[in-house]
């Protein structure tokens, strides 16, 4: 296991660097607050350490394999998040009274997805069962590294989560708070689409 602190520096980037889902979170919790948000993160952390695993035990070569499959990975990914993008340039601010709340359209259910669709993700899980899984006990590897990827996964994603919830204390006009959902309307369909034209 002379791997496991190279990897668990491997997992911190890859789960504090923006990207679609940390956008995501950011921006549901800035107008849902952290406890709404919290099963979106579970969700999201648990299906990329899922994919982690799955990719271990053999998914990953059947994928390599299909390019049209991660091509029509891809476009579903783009075209999702880009609907995803206009719900947030669309959404009103939050309401004061805490009985109106606006649904955003992105769930736990939806963030598992995303990391289904997200060829990114993919690739990431490939990158860690190429590098740091092998040798002997493979399979215990694989399962320690998936669970080390979901527990620096949760702390780096609720980060992103208390960073909406400060941005929406911050925010104290409707049209800031409008500013910052176009910013990260842009962001995310700036995340989404570098992905296919790149």
């Not at 999702?80 to 736990?108: E, K, V």
Request: with cysteine; charged share 10%; aromatic share 10%.
């Amino acid at each position: 296991m002379a791997s496991l602190l190279p990897f668990l520096l491997f997992a911190f980037v890859a789960s504090i660097t923006p990207g679609p889902t940390n956008i995501l979170v950011l921006s549901h919790s800035s107008r849902q607050g952290l406890i709404a948000t919290l099963p979106i993160i579970l969700a999201a952390c648990t299906a990329a350490a899922l994919i982690v695993l799955v990719v271990g035990l053999g998914a990953g070569e059947t994928l390599l394999r299909f390019p049209r499959v991660q091509q029509a990975m891809a476009w579903a990914g783009v075209l999702w998040l880009s609907w995803l993008a206009w719900q947030i340039w669309r959404s009103a601010p939050p309401s004061l009274n805490p009985a109106d709340t606006q649904d955003d359209g992105f769930s736990a259910i939806g963030a598992a997805t995303l990391q289904l669709i997200n060829p990114k993700v993919w690739m990431m899980a490939l990158a860690v069962v190429s590098v740091f899984v092998g040798g002997s006990d493979e399979t215990l590897r694989l399962l320690v590294y998936s669970l080390a990827f979901l527990l620096v996964s949760l702390p780096c994603m609720m980060f992103w989560a208390l960073l909406g919830v400060g941005s929406a204390r911050l925010i104290k006009s409707a049209q800031a708070f409008k500013r910052m959902n176009a910013g990260l309307a842009l962001l995310l369909l700036l995340s989404a689409w570098l992905t296919v034209l790149a």
